[in-house]
């Protein structure tokens, strides 16, 4: 069964950037897109973006000039950077993948989520 | 605002059918496939729905899924107690080039 965990500081300070990392047991990250989406507390879900595992990425346009992507097959993992956050950029992290190859969305496994919060 | 359109709130007593609606416009729901989700509180989301009618392995029959023209529907029958969830439903969007969510629907059962 695959599983995925996030993994990241839970704290950033306004200004910075944001960084996690998912790695991806019990199933290869070759063939899908892997997502990351995130929750505002006590809001809805928003799209982050994906990345193939051969490294293409798309981002959401409200995000994008912030948002960098990263994978790396050796080790089953992606990863995400976001800029410049600040307070709005507070929220539940998660990362997830598609039901099948070839799937962008249809997000059948996702991580326990992380929060970060961003203060200073 | 959310691309997709769903109600805040829907309600229902154990055993009643409920449904939960979901409007978009022809860049998302009216040509891509959708999506439902539930989220227990503190959990993370769990497809439902996928391909606009298809479950997943492992959900209930109770939960099915339509789509008409640019808008969807969740329906649940046989209501239970364990159905109190947020509810969202999700689809491609071509003019964003973006997957959009709808606002979320919590549900509660009386």
């Known amino acids: 069964q695959v599983q995925l965990q996030e993994s990241g500081p839970g704290l950033v300070k306004p200004s910075e950037t944001l960084s996690l990392t998912c790695v991806v047991s019990?199933?290869?990250?070759?063939?899908?897109?892997w997502s990351w989406i995130r929750q505002p507390p006590g809001k809805g879900l928003e799209w982050i973006g994906y990345?193939?595992?051969?490294?293409?990425?798309t981002y959401n346009p409200s995000l994008k000039s912030r948002v960098t992507m990263s994978v790396d097959t050796s080790k089953n993992q992606f990863s995400l950077e976001l800029s410049s956050v600040t307070a709005a950029d507070t929220a539940v992290y998660y990362c997830a993948r598609p039901l099948r190859p070839g799937f962008i969305y249809g997000f059948e496994h996702w991580g326990q989520g992380t929060l970060v919060t961003v203060s200073s | 605002q959310s691309v997709l359109t769903q109600p805040p709130s829907a309600s229902g007593t154990p055993g009643q059918r409920v449904t939960i609606s979901c409007s978009g416009s022809?860049?998302?729901?009216?040509?891509?496939?959708v999506n439902w989700y539930q989220q227990l509180p503190g959990t993370a989301p769990k497809l439902l729905i996928y391909?606009?009618?298809q479950r997943p392995s492992g959900v209930p029959d109770r939960f099915s899924g339509s789509r008409s023209g640019t808008s969807a529907s969740l329906a649940i029958s046989g209501l239970q107690s364990e159905d109190e969830a947020d509810y969202y439903c999700?689809?491609?969007?071509?003019?964003?080039?973006?997957?959009?969510f709808g606002g979320g629907t919590k549900l509660t059962v009386l």
């Open positions: 019990g199933g290869s990250i070759s063939g899908y897109y």
């Open positions: 990345i193939y595992y051969s490294g293409t990425t």
């Open positions: 391909g606009n009618d």
């Open positions: 999700a689809a491609w969007d071509d003019s964003l080039n973006a997957v959009v």
């Open positions: 022809s860049s998302n729901i009216g040509s891509k496939n």
